[in-house]
Nanobody, 113 residues
Framework: AQLVESGGGLVQPGGSLRLSCVASGFIFSAWDMRWFRQAAGKERELVALISSEGRRKNYSDSVKGRFIISRDNAKRTVYLEMNSLQTEDTAVYYC???????WGQGTQVTVSS
């Protein structure tokens, strides 16, 4: 089983990015998926969760109203659309299969002017 994230980069405050996470090696459509982030010197934080069929979505208070999680089961991909980015959003972002120890390698997001 493998997860590969992409889409990170450097963006100015107020900007947007879209992260992608492509899954392989397991039945993607059967599992809830999550995005986490970890800033330097801080613990890993759950950012968003999406149910297996995509109907249920939950967000941390810190990103609610700015980030959108979605998935395309046919493409075995989960997305995180990040809008109105703030310097506090700077972190390495990871996708994860909920309830399983399957993690991607992470993608760096840096918000800076």
């Amino acid at each position: 089983a493998q997860l590969v994230e992409s889409g990170g980069g450097l963006v100015q405050p107020g900007g947007s990015l879209r992260l992608s996470c492509v899954a392989s090696g397991f039945i993607f459509s059967a599992w809830d998926m999550r995005w986490f982030r970890q800033a330097a010197g801080k613990e890993r934080e759950l950012v968003a969760l999406i149910s297996s069929e995509g109907r249920r979505k939950n967000y941390s208070d810190s990103v609610k109203g700015r980030f959108i999680i979605s998935r395309d089961n046919a493409k075995r991909t989960v997305y995180l659309e990040m809008n109105s980015l703030q310097t506090e959003d700077t972190a390495v972002y990871y996708c994860n299969v909920a309830g399983r120890g399957i993690w991607g390698q992470g993608t760096q997001v840096t918000v800076s002017s």
